[in-house]
């Protein structure tokens, strides 16, 4: 049963996060320069902190993650890529640390180097990526050939009796070394982040005339910078700006950029302004009824492709019996997701619904693509609007909303996907706790940096009820 939060509890939670938020020092600048044969990237703060720098592969990028800062509004826009980078991407993160990104055009090798550190002038990081050289090709050394020469025939000897022969010592042969795990690899998970509204639709307003188009896109746009902060994911924008998009043609920009996941962002409103909370739907059974019926009659169309297989070349029956089978996945992943979100929420405001609704939305409506669309509160609500209008509170929506996410593809990587490799590792590593008399799940999760949902699932547990001297695998953070 999903634990649920007293409105005291959560107002404490905010306000503490909101003073250890202030006090973490700030990134004042982030400059991106050609050097030679290498590219610096200067990370300007107010103060010193703990850094770690690392490289990853398929694709090639550089990660550093600054563990207690968070980006300044002055850091922005970030710089353009040079050199052997071609795009630096940065995020502030659920866990209070600041992730850059370094995408590179090819592999390379980092170093980083810490200069300054007085209070007046602050600290700077700089962090040198260099392409790695192609290896050289290897000597070739002329061999001569080998001259045949004739065996003249063995003299005829009288037989000797042989002697006696020690049997020959052979030595076992040294053992190898165990193969290098080969660095991860796998394509990238795509999230389509849908903008509700836009355009001559400017959604539902606040008292105070804060527009639901305008929030959506803000949510939108910190959703997707931290989703591309995460090493295996990238995050698209369905709606990037103040535009205009028929609902299912939302729909079917996502399944153009092969999306494996949809979600679309709101703010909703009613008369009673008392009324406040988020909420989180998933398509209804009705919604779903309609849609196979439009794609089936439409299906002549020969353009209609359900998880790449086209419906137009299968009779009726069988194309019937494809799409069924798409949409019942594809609802059943969504359900999934939506409560890991819904749950994550919890930890930030209200809910309104404790549990994931369904309705026929249409832009929920893909046969392939798990969608979720999300009610992030009441702009209705002179309080929501207010937190709404915030960039603060922006984020940690854009923040819980990732999380869910993230946990909810750390237990179902797609095939092939980096994640889907990192998971895999990540499960092999997995250590033993023994429970301690009182220890809960939740005290155990935060301890390790793991979420309650990932202990769940990787023990097997139904529930959060545990017993002391129980031993639990603890894989290690997703994080990384």
Same mark, same amino acid.
């Given at each position: 049963?999903?634990?649920?939060?007293?409105?005291?509890?959560? /107002?404490?939670?905010?306000?503490?996060?909101? /003073?250890?938020?202030?006090?973490?020092?700030?990134?004042?600048?982030?400059?991106?320069?050609?050097?030679?044969?290498?590219?610096?990237?200067?990370?300007?703060?107010?103060?010193?902190?703990?850094?770690?720098?690392?490289?990853? %592969?398929?694709?090639?990028?550089?990660? =550093?993650?600054?563990?207690? !800062?968070?980006?300044?509004?002055?850091?922005?826009?970030?710089?353009?890529?040079?050199?052997?980078?071609?795009?630096?991407? !940065?995020?502030?993160?659920?866990?209070? %640390?600041?992730?850059?990104?370094?995408? +590179?055009?090819?592999?390379?090798?980092?170093? !980083?180097?810490?200069?300054?550190?007085?209070?007046?002038?602050?600290?700077?990081?700089?962090?040198?990526? $260099?392409?790695?050289?192609?290896?050289?090709?290897?000597? #070739?050394?002329?061999?001569?050939?080998?001259?045949?020469?004739? &065996?003249?025939?063995?003299?005829?000897?009288?037989?000797?009796?042989?002697?006696?022969?020690? @049997? $020959? =010592?052979?030595?076992? @042969?040294?053992?190898?070394?165990?193969?290098?795990?080969?660095?991860?690899?796998?394509?990238?998970?795509?999230? $389509?982040?849908? !903008?509700?509204?836009?355009?001559?639709?400017?959604?539902?307003?606040?008292?105070?005339?804060?527009?639901? *188009?305008?929030?959506?896109?803000?949510?939108?746009?910190?959703?997707?910078?931290?989703?591309?902060?995460?090493?295996?994911?990238?995050?698209?924008?369905?709606?990037?700006?103040?535009?205009?998009?028929?609902?299912?043609?939302?729909?079917?920009?996502?399944?153009?950029?092969?999306?494996?996941?949809?979600?679309?962002?709101? $703010?909703?409103?009613?008369?009673?302004?008392? #009324?406040?909370?988020?909420?989180?739907?998933?398509?209804?059974? *009705?919604?779903?009824?309609?849609?196979?019926?439009?794609?089936?009659?439409?299906?002549?169309?020969?353009?209609?492709?359900?998880?790449? =297989? %086209?419906?137009?070349?299968?009779?009726?029956?069988?194309?019937? &019996?494809?799409?069924?089978?798409?949409?019942?996945?594809?609802?059943?992943?969504?359900?999934?997701?939506?409560?890991?979100?819904?749950?994550?929420?919890?930890?930030?405001?209200? &809910?309104? *619904?404790?549990? =994931?609704?369904?309705?026929?939305?249409? &832009?929920?409506?893909?046969?392939?693509?798990?969608?979720?669309?999300?009610?992030?509160?009441?702009?209705?609500?002179?309080?929501?609007?207010?937190?709404?209008?915030?960039?603060?509170?922006?984020?940690?929506?854009?923040?819980?909303?990732?999380?869910?996410?993230?946990?909810?593809?750390?237990?179902?990587?797609?095939?092939?996907?980096?994640?889907?490799?990192?998971?895999?590792?990540?499960?092999?590593?997995?250590?033993?706790?023994?429970?301690?008399?009182?220890?809960?799940? %939740?005290?155990?999760?935060?301890?390790?940096?793991?979420?309650?949902?990932?202990?769940?699932?990787?023990?097997?547990?139904?529930?959060?009820?545990?017993?002391?001297?129980?031993?639990?695998?603890?894989?290690?953070?997703?994080? +990384?």
């Amino acid at each position: 049963m999903r634990r649920l939060w007293a409105p005291w509890v959560l /107002v404490l939670w905010a306000a503490t996060l909101t /003073v250890a938020f202030a006090a973490q020092p700030r990134v004042e600048r982030l400059d991106l320069r050609q050097q030679q044969d290498a590219t610096e990237l200067t990370i300007a703060l107010e103060s010193a902190v703990e850094f770690r720098l690392f490289t990853l %592969s398929s694709p090639d990028r550089v990660v =550093v993650d600054l563990l207690s !800062a968070r980006l300044g509004p002055s850091a922005l826009p970030l710089p353009a890529g040079v050199g052997v980078v071609r795009q630096l991407r !940065a995020a502030n993160r659920p866990d209070g %640390s600041v992730r850059l990104v370094l995408d +590179t055009a090819a592999g390379v090798t980092a170093r !980083a180097q810490v200069a300054g550190g007085g209070s007046a002038t602050g600290v700077q990081i700089r962090v040198v990526a $260099a392409a790695v050289p192609a290896p050289a090709a290897a000597a #070739v050394v002329p061999v001569a050939p080998a001259v045949a020469t004739a &065996v003249p025939e063995p003299a005829v000897a009288t037989p000797v009796p042989p002697s006696p022969v020690k @049997p $020959a =010592v052979v030595a076992p @042969p040294a053992s190898a070394p165990p193969p290098a795990d080969p660095a991860p690899s796998g394509r990238d998970i795509v999230v $389509a982040v849908d !903008a509700g509204h836009g355009g001559k639709d400017p959604g539902a307003h606040g008292p105070r005339g804060v527009l639901e *188009k305008d929030v959506t896109l803000r949510i939108a746009r910190a959703l997707v910078d931290v989703i591309d902060a995460e090493p295996g994911m990238r995050g698209v924008l369905v709606r990037g700006r103040d535009e205009f998009i028929p609902l299912r043609e939302r729909m079917e920009r996502a399944r153009r950029a092969q999306a494996d996941l949809f979600v679309s962002v709101h $703010a909703d409103a009613v008369r009673n302004r008392s #009324v406040r909370g988020g909420s989180v739907y998933v398509l209804n059974e *009705k919604g779903a009824t309609d849609e196979a019926a439009r794609r089936l009659a439409a299906r002549e169309n020969a353009a209609d492709l359900i998880g790449g =297989v %086209s419906l137009g070349t299968r009779d009726h029956t069988l194309a019937s &019996v494809l799409l069924d089978l798409s949409q019942n996945a594809a609802l059943g992943s969504s359900i999934e997701v939506a409560d890991d979100i819904l749950e994550e929420m919890a930890r930030v405001g209200t &809910v309104r *619904k404790t549990r =994931v609704m369904q309705a026929p939305f249409m &832009v929920l409506k893909s046969p392939d693509v798990p969608s979720v669309l999300i009610e992030t509160a009441y702009i209705s609500n002179p309080e929501e609007e207010r937190r709404l209008n915030t960039d603060q509170y922006r984020q940690r929506l854009a923040a819980a909303i990732f999380t869910g996410v993230r946990d909810y593809f750390y237990r179902n990587p797609p095939r092939g996907t980096l994640v889907a490799d990192l998971s895999r590792r990540r499960l092999a590593e997995a250590v033993e706790h023994v429970i301690g008399s009182g220890e809960s799940l %939740s005290a155990i999760a935060e301890r390790y940096n793991v979420s309650v949902v990932r202990l769940r699932e990787v023990n097997r547990l139904a529930g959060d009820d545990i017993r002391a001297g129980q031993v639990l695998r603890i894989p290690v953070a997703s994080r +990384t």
